[in-house]
């Protein structure tokens, strides 16, 4: 049976899956159009967003993982 209270911690899973998504898929364009990204006068490196696209597939992956065992 679904709460209250597990209906807002399936929001906040399936909020987190978008965002780690969202936050891949701009990594990953980022590495596709080759673009640079500067922080003063330093240069971030493309391999940083290989990276972050791997960690934001894997929060996602594990937050709906996590929603699923709340349903």
Not at 48 to 57: N, R, T
């Amino acid at each position: 049976m679904i709460t209250s209270k597990n209906m807002i911690k399936l929001s906040f899973f399936y909020v987190v899956a978008t965002i780690s998504l969202i936050f891949s898929i701009l990594h990953f364009l980022r590495l596709m159009f080759e673009k640079s990204v500067y922080f003063g006068d330093y240069s971030i490196p493309g391999w940083i967003s290989g990276i972050f696209v791997i960690f934001g597939i894997i929060m996602a992956y594990i937050a709906i993982k996590l929603s699923k065992e709340q349903e």
